[in-house]
């Protein structure tokens, strides 16, 4: 396990996200603390396979969002890290240890570079509830008809955005 994502919970308790680190497209896990940090629980599955690199928070609402590549695909230079999710955890699977088994997933990127190394992620909740959150992919930016032909031909990658709201989920 590595690359742990933190946040506070509504009664300021920690939750940890934790990418696997197998190469297996094995499920990120989830450990929490009741005591700032200073212990944490023995980490759990959740229903997040193959998660990489997670960026999790709180929302508004008190559910939790989490955007990450995911990898459980084949580990070799054409599949690595295609596709980028976002995914809506329900409040209520953290809080009975359910280990987030109440979760909905969006599909936000697919990276379809040769070389693809999409799902670095970073997120923000706007004050009216939409979230927005940002990308960095190197598919061909041709296809978004929004930069220059030329960076495709480079492979030269970029940053993209995304907004949605609960509701998309």
């Given at each position: 396990l ?14 940890c996200?934790m990418?696997?680190n ?6 990120a896990n ?5 005591d700032?940090g ?30 990450y ?25 953290l ?6 088994n ?19 992620t ?5 004050p009216d ?9 190197v ?19 970029f940053?993209?955005?995304y ?7």
């Amino acid at each position: 396990l590595c690359e742990g994502s933190i946040c506070e919970d509504a009664n300021q308790n920690l939750i940890c996200l934790m990418r696997e680190n197998s190469q297996k497209g094995y499920a990120a896990n989830i450990s929490f603390s009741k005591d700032c940090g200073e212990s944490w629980s023995t980490p759990g599955p959740t229903r997040l396979f193959g998660c990489h690199r997670p960026a999790l928070g709180r929302l508004r609402s008190g559910n939790f969002l989490v955007t990450y590549r995911e990898q459980t695909s084949i580990f070799q230079k054409r599949c690595w890290a295609k596709n980028t999710f976002a995914a809506l955890i329900d409040h209520r699977s953290l809080c009975d240890s359910s280990h987030c088994n109440r979760i909905n997933i969006l599909p936000l990127e697919h990276d379809s570079a040769t070389h693809s190394d999409g799902g670095y992620t970073g997120w923000i909740q706007l004050p009216d509830g939409r979230i927005y959150v940002v990308n960095y992919v190197v598919c061909p930016s041709d296809s978004h008809k929004i930069f220059d032909k030329k960076l495709s031909k480079d492979g030269k990658p970029f940053i993209k955005w995304y907004m949605f709201s609960e509701e998309d989920f």
